[in-house]
């Protein structure tokens, strides 16, 4: 047998099917914090697949498991489709839509802006001297 590291969640049919194709699985029951964490890294793998993808189809694969993995995320935290459209439209209303003129290669600040740049270093936007 040869032994590949796996270190992430799958999806809850796969075992069943793995073991039938011969594939021993090895694993563990997750505690509800160790579960939203590797949510959360489901979360980071699958968005970074929709960044991968090249057709219209391999799109909408892809995000139906983005989806899959929010849904999952919101039920274990008690958060609905509600909720979550809510804020959605909060942040539309205040903060507008996300569009293809919007796209910003750098900006500048003054260094008299402290909340500014105190905001930028907690997103990880660091300086960049000339």
Do not use: W
Not at 115 to 130: A, D, H, M, S, T
């Amino acid at each position: 047998m040869k032994k590949y590291n796996f270190n992430k969640l799958i999806r809850s049919n796969l075992p069943e099917r793995m073991k039938k194709e011969g594939v021993a699985l090895f694993g563990r029951h997750l505690t509800d914090g160790e579960f939203a964490k590797e949510l959360k890294n489901k979360l980071v793998e699958e968005a970074s697949e929709v960044q991968d993808t090249e057709s219209r189809e391999d799109l909408i694969k892809e995000l139906a498991d983005v989806m899959e993995v929010i849904e999952t995320l919101s039920s274990l935290h008690g958060i609905t489709k509600e909720e979550i459209e809510k804020e959605r439209l909060l942040k539309y209303e205040i903060n507008g839509r996300f569009l293809a003129d919007n796209f910003v290669d750098y900006i500048e600040v003054p260094v008299s802006n402290h909340k500014v740049i105190e905001y930028l270093e907690k997103r990880n936007r660091p300086y960049e001297c000339n």
